[in-house]
């Protein structure tokens, strides 16, 4: 399986990671696990991210949300606009 | 419905985008209009500058869906979102959310549910520079509490 992922603002800096393109191992259904298989992979700062948010296809997403082949993941903190 | 989002980084004009808003119609009788600025301090520390980032296209997307709910909620005849990215200076003009209606009602509420859903939904991050060095701002709990109230009513 294969997707596309961006990080934004801080955890984008302490990646010092815009985007990149992620195999991913079978049996990863969800974001959450998503999000703990990078975090196993060398993006600790995922974890260290207070109230992590994602998106799925530039649409707001929760942990529970599956991942398919070929989406495009974002992960970023609460958002500040306004 | 005259709709019109825009991402831009260039500064915009609140006449001339109220005047858009209305265009020749005769039937709207209200319009409210709300413009964000650069404060020139944040949490006891003075900001020099700010920059904003963004998520290109789901930006847009977001900002459109939360128009798109607004229309749903309220009898609305058009609605103007303009939000600014990139460095901005303490005074400058971040956001402008513009709603025409019939009646003041419906803009004000509408304007209001934009501008709330705007703070939580829209993926903006803001970065300001200090003395003490650039941070990122945090979310506030208000604004999420702000967006909340929408739901119960």
């Known amino acids: ?82 | 419905m005259n709709t019109c989002i825009r991402v831009q980084e260039a500064d915009f004009d609140l006449s001339t985008e109220v005047a858009a808003l209305r265009g020749d119609d005769a039937c709207v009788g209200a319009v409210v209009s709300f413009v964000g600025l650069v404060r020139d301090t944040n949490l006891g520390d003075g900001v020099s500058s700010m920059f904003l980032e963004h998520y290109p296209g789901m930006t847009e997307k977001a900002l459109e869906q939360i128009v798109t709910q607004a229309q749903q909620r309220w009898d609305i005849l058009g609605a103007r979102v303009v939000h600014r990215v990139g460095e901005l200076a303490p005074g400058d003009q971040i956001v402008l959310v513009a709603v025409s209606s019939l009646h003041r009602g419906e803009a004000f509420a509408a304007c209001e549910f934009i501008m709330d859903y705007l703070k939580t939904q829209a993926p903006f991050w803001k970065r300001e520079d200090t003395p003490q060095g650039a941070r990122w701002v945090d979310a506030r709990e208000s604004d999420d509490q702000a967006a909340q109230r929408w739901e119960s009513k």
């Open chain 1, 1 to 82: 399986m294969s997707i596309r992922i961006l990080y934004f603002a801080g955890l984008r800096e302490k990646l010092g990671l815009n985007e990149e393109s992620v195999s991913l191992p079978e049996g990863l259904g969800t974001l959450g696990e998503l999000k703990a298989w990078l975090c196993a992979n060398g993006r600790e700062a995922l974890a260290e991210t207070p109230n992590l948010r994602f998106a799925v296809n530039q649409n707001m997403a929760r942990e529970t949300d599956p991942v398919l082949d070929g989406d495009e993941v974002a992960f970023f903190p609460p958002v500040t606009g306004g």
